[in-house]
């Protein structure tokens, strides 16, 4: 059972444009939703997160919406450049069941020059 | 320093082998997690130990065994090697909280 969908798979964004990459999540009793940005032969990077009792959150170039209600939640990002192009991963867990993350299935971001 | 180090970093193997992968983690956290992650890229836990106690055993088949002999390392063997086995593997820590700190991984091979 897939937890927590990710889409789209791939996306190609041209340099300076937004990148938007969405997540889905079944879980109710999830409270803490990371992105992870992965380079080729690294491992999973934290980039942002949030809780949900906030419907956004921003860092830098980097935003999260996040919709409760939807039980979805987004990653935004500004301004793309081409040293953001990476795999990017969103993720769900609660914090009662060990540190557990659910992770979604992805999706590699190229930003062209 | 590196926080989350792995050894080795590729491991290429005949089916049948018995393997190790090493993990160390100098942040003294007190949560370390073995994560798979296949030719897809999807990621999955497969255990956990806190304070080398093991916390999450997610259905992974009992070939492959984790030992924490301290709660700086997570070690992680893997007997009679098959070739879905392959995939890279990727420790992690944390420490009082949900924000996970990724090694770079280990990418193993089974021929």
């Known amino acids: 059972q897939q937890q927590v969908k990710q889409s789209p798979q791939s996306l190609i964004v041209q340099k300076g444009g937004i990148s938007i990459i969405n997540c889905a999540y079944e879980?109710?009793?999830?409270?803490?939703f990371p992105w992870y940005q992965q380079f080729p032969g690294k491992g999973p990077a934290l980039l942002i997160a949030i809780r949900p009792d906030v419907s956004e959150k921003k860092e830098g170039r980097f935003t999260i919406s996040f919709n409760k209600s939807a039980k979805q939640f987004s990653l935004h990002i500004m301004d793309s450049q081409p040293g953001d192009s990476a795999t990017y991963f969103c993720a769900a867990s609660n914090d009662n069941q060990g540190g557990k993350l659910i992770f979604g299935q992805g999706t590699e971001l190229s930003v062209k020059p | 320093d590196t926080a989350v180090s792995q050894t080795p970093k590729y491991l290429v193997t005949q089916m049948g082998n018995d393997k190790s992968i090493k993990c160390e983690q100098n942040l003294g956290h007190d949560t370390m997690y073995w994560y798979k992650q296949d030719s897809k890229k999807f990621l999955k836990i497969m255990f956990s130990y806190n304070n080398k106690e093991l916390i999450i055993n997610e259905t992974v088949p009992n070939r492959f065994s984790p030992k924490s002999p301290d709660k700086a390392h997570l070690n992680l063997h893997i007997n009679s090697l098959e070739l879905g086995d392959s995939a890279v593997y990727f420790c992690?820590?944390?420490?009082?909280?949900?924000?996970?700190?990724f090694g770079p991984g280990t990418r193993l091979t089974v021929l």
């Open positions: 879980n109710t009793a999830f409270d803490y």
């Open positions: 992690a820590s944390s420490q009082s909280g949900p924000k996970k700190y």
